[in-house]
């Protein structure tokens, strides 16, 4: 009896599945090498701006307590409402990624007691924020944030300015960008503009969407924000802000423009802007930039203002304060609409070997010229003297140093000029000093072009 055993079904063993791959998550995205000079450029025209202005920098955490932004940005505000990404830790924490870096900044300046230094303190930080919103092009739910917060200074000067610094970033890259600026008061002023807004609205109220109703009810301010064409005709005839300010608003609001007139800030009045977030006073403000994309929301650059009550909402001594924050991913995609791209950053030699006696002493030429100051490339791994050759070109090296074996046996190396391909052979011990005299031949060749 000798049964063969039954041939296997395919299906017996269940085929191990191939893993998938990961994508990042909806609406986050990777910053790539090839993207990171124009990215480089952006971040540091702010760092230059705000350490011109004296701004030091600071970094806070990227997770806060929750509770910081249900205080510090408003229970009612969409951010807070439906935007942050909360949860709970192991050990019972209640946190939040951050959604933006304004309490963050307020509460590190009371909890490391900054009251203490002279005041005003002038903070700036760089990172990224989230917000868990429907991404579309120019809306990603981490997104990089640059921003300045002058804290202890109540002067109408320094809101002109802060508006003033995020013109001339903008201007620094080369981005065209105009000011769009708003006064709301005082909490007392703003909530009987709010008790106007909300009579001149409940007689419409039949025309209002289930969603702008319920805004007429929690958060009528943001009925100014409405996109819905409908809302947009009736705030044509609705009470204006600008009319219900107290006398202390408008004096300091008249000054912020003043200030802006002198030193030639474009701006425009926009007496609906308020702004989502429920910590702002007096000043509010955005920067806009003619975008190639049909105008929306989505060209805002950046907005700041005035926020007098944070402090005490966050538990510190009452204490003024204003800032802004520009969106570094916005700013990035309209350089590039408008092509601004730093130059490639390119490399002087590129040292090549040949064999393994001289790829040791090509290793050690590279320390060398490394060490110099020299901007120096390489390709170890690659033992081709003609694909070495192409990547030193591909790379923009003006100059190749050759180590090959005869060259070891000699103690010399070639130097060869990548443009003309002369060769000249020198000492090895003097490739360093042989590469630095032609560098500063050619720099003096280019200065007198
Ligand atoms: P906000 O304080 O919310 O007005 O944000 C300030 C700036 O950050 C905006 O003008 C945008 O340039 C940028 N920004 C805000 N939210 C996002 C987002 N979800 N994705 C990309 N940029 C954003």
């Known amino acids: 009896m000798n049964k063969k055993p039954a041939p296997k079904k395919e299906s017996a063993a269940p085929a191990k599945k191939a893993p998938q791959p990961i994508s990042p998550p909806r609406g986050m995205r990777d910053v790539l090498p090839a993207d990171q000079p124009v990215w480089d450029l952006a971040r540091q025209a702010c760092r230059n701006v705000a350490s011109a202005y004296g701004f030091e920098r600071i970094e806070t955490p990227v997770v806060e307590e929750t ?25 019972g924490e209640k946190l939040s990624l951050r959604p933006e870096s304004t309490a963050s900044v307020m509460r590190a300046y009371i909890s490391n007691g900054m009251l203490n230094l002279p005041q005003p303190v002038k903070l700036w930080y760089l990172g990224p924020m989230f917000r868990h919103d429907r991404p579309q092009h120019g809306r990603y739910r981490q997104f990089f944030q640059f921003g300045c917060e002058v804290i202890g200074d109540e002067d109408a000067v320094t809101d002109a300015q802060l508006a003033l610094m995020s013109h001339v970033i903008l201007k620094d890259l080369g981005v065209e960008a105009t000011i769009r600026i708003n006064s709301i008061g005082t909490p007392e002023s ?3 503009y ?8 409940r007689s419409k109220r039949a025309k209002l969407s289930e969603d702008d109703k319920k805004r007429l009810l929690k958060n009528p301010l943001r009925l100014l924000d409405s996109k819905d064409p409908a809302v947009m005709e009736m705030k044509a005839e609705a009470p204006q802000i600008i009319d219900w300010l107290d006398e202390d608003s408008k004096a300091h609001f008249m000054r912020v423009l003043e200030y802006l007139d002198e030193v030639g800030v474009p701006y425009q009045l926009d007496p609906y802007l308020v702004r989502g977030l429920d910590y702002y006073t007096k000043t509010v403000f955005e920067i806009f930039t003619a975008s190639d994309e049909p105008e929306g929301a989505q060209s805002a650059l950046g907005g700041g203002g005035r926020y007098d009550g944070l402090a005490e909402i966050l538990g510190g001594r009452p204490t003024s304060a204003a800032g802004f924050a520009l969106g570094l991913d916005r700013i990035v995609s309209r350089m590039r609409e408008l092509k601004i791209e730093p130059p490639a950053p390119g490399v ?10 001289g790829r040791k002493k090509a290793l050690a030429a590279f320390e060398e010229l ?14 081709a003297i003609k ?8 790379r923009g090296a003006k100059w190749a140093v050759v180590i090959g074996q005869k060259e070891v046996l000699d103690g010399t190396a070639i130097i060869r000029d990548m443009d003309s391909g002369t060769q000249e052979i020198v000492d090895a011990r003097k490739v ?5 005299k032609k560098l500063d031949h050619a720099e003096v060749k280019t200065e007198n072009h």
């Open 67 to 91: 509770a910081l932004f249900i205080r510090g940005v408003g229970k009612q505000t969409d951010i807070v409402e439906k935007e942050m990404y909360s949860f709970e830790t192991s050990g």
């Open 190 to 192: 703003r909530a009987n």
């Open 194 to 201: 709010k008790n106007a807004l909300v009579s001149y609205f």
């Open 348 to 357: 002087d030699v590129f040292v090549a070997q040949l064999g393994e006696q």
């Open 370 to 383: 490394r060490k110099a100051g020299v901007r120096a490339a390489e390709a170890f791994s690659k033992n």
């Open 387 to 394: 694909t070495q050759m192409e990547i030193a070109n591909r």
């Open 432 to 436: 360093v000093h042989e590469i630095k």
